[in-house]
C-alpha cells in the first residue's frame, strides 16, 4: 500500500508566476484535501475534492484551483503569485468525505516565492 | 464557525517525565476532534481522535486525550516521554457531520531534553 505523495518537494517561483503541484493519493481513497501550512502556523484548508469534484472550500481566492483526476490523484494550481503564498502545501488523503476517518497526508511542496 | 487554541507555542521538558500540551476550542454545534503529530520535514500523522462515547482516548505512542465539553477542551497527556517524542504537534476540529475541513490549532512544538 503506498502512502500520499507530492511533487515537487521543493520550488522555487517569482510574484506572478503561476505554479501547479501534485499529489496522488494513498491506494483506495476517492478524497483529496488541500491544506497551506505558513511557516510557524498550523495547516489551513483550501479546498477538497471528492469524485472529481470541488466540494468544500476554505477562505481562499480563486486564483487557487483545484483539479482530481479519475485516479483519484490530484493538482493544486495557484496563478498569479504573491510573496503571502509562501508555505508549505499539504495534501491528504481519506476514504470518503465524512470526517470520522482519518487524513493521510504526504510530506508537502515547500513554495517560496521571491 | 470553530476554531482552536493551543495555549503553549513551545513545551520544554526533560525525557521521562510528563506532558500535557493543552488545547481548547470553540465551536455553537458538534465537533469532532483530533491531535496530529508533524516530525521535522514530514507530513502531518494522526496520534488519536475523539468522535463520541468515552471522552478519555488512548492513541498512538503511549499519548492520550480527555474530551471536556464543558469546559471546551481537549488536552494531549503522556506519562513519560522519550527524546523522539520531539516534534510539532497539532490539535484540530472539525463539525460532526460535515465534510472533512478541519480547523487546525497553531501547533506546540514539544521539546524533549536528556
Known amino acids: 500500500e503506498t502512502g500520499v505523495t507530492q511533487s515537487p518537494t521543493h520550488l522555487i517561483k517569482t510574484r506572478g508566476q503561476q505554479v501547479t503541484l501534485r499529489c496522488s493519493s494513498q491506494?483506495?481513497?476517492?478524497?483529496v484535501s488541500w491544506y497551506q501550512q505558513a511557516l510557524g502556523q498550523g495547516p489551513q484548508f483550501i479546498f477538497q475534492?471528492?469524485?472529481?469534484?470541488?466540494?468544500g472550500r476554505g477562505n481562499f481566492p480563486p486564483r487557487f484551483s483545484g483539479l482530481q483526476f479519475p485516479n483519484y490523484s490530484s493538482e493544486l494550481n495557484v496563478n498569479a503569485l504573491e510573496l503571502d503564498d509562501s508555505a508549505l502545501y499539504l495534501c491528504?488523503?481519506?476514504?470518503?468525505?465524512?470526517?470520522?476517518?482519518?487524513?493521510?497526508f504526504g510530506e508537502g511542496s515547500r513554495l517560496t516565492v521571491l | 464557525a470553530q476554531s482552536v487554541t493551543q495555549l503553549d507555542s513551545q513545551v520544554p521538558v526533560f525525557e521521562e517525565a510528563p506532558v500535557e500540551l493543552r488545547c481548547n476550542y470553540s465551536?455553537?454545534?458538534?465537533?469532532?476532534l483530533f491531535w496530529y503529530v508533524q516530525y521535522p520535514n514530514q507530513g502531518l500523522q494522526l496520534l488519536l481522535k475523539?468522535?463520541?462515547?468515552?471522552?478519555l482516548v488512548k492513541g498512538i505512542n503511549g499519548f492520550e486525550a480527555e474530551f471536556n465539553k464543558s469546559q471546551t477542551s481537549f488536552h494531549l497527556r503522556k506519562p513519560s516521554v522519550h527524546i523522539s517524542d520531539t516534534a510539532e504537534y497539532f490539535c484540530?476540529?472539525?463539525?460532526?457531520?460535515?465534510?472533512?475541513?478541519?480547523?487546525f490549532g497553531a501547533g506546540t512544538r514539544l521539546a524533549v531534553h536528556p
Open positions: 465551536s455553537s454545534v458538534s465537533v469532532y
Open positions: 475534492y471528492y469524485r472529481e469534484e470541488e466540494n
Open positions: 491528504a488523503s481519506s476514504l470518503d468525505t465524512a470526517n470520522t476517518g482519518e487524513l493521510f
Open positions: 475523539y468522535l463520541s462515547g468515552s471522552t
Open positions: 484540530a476540529v472539525s463539525r460532526s457531520g460535515g465534510y472533512n475541513k478541519l480547523i
Open positions: 491506494s483506495g481513497h476517492n478524497t
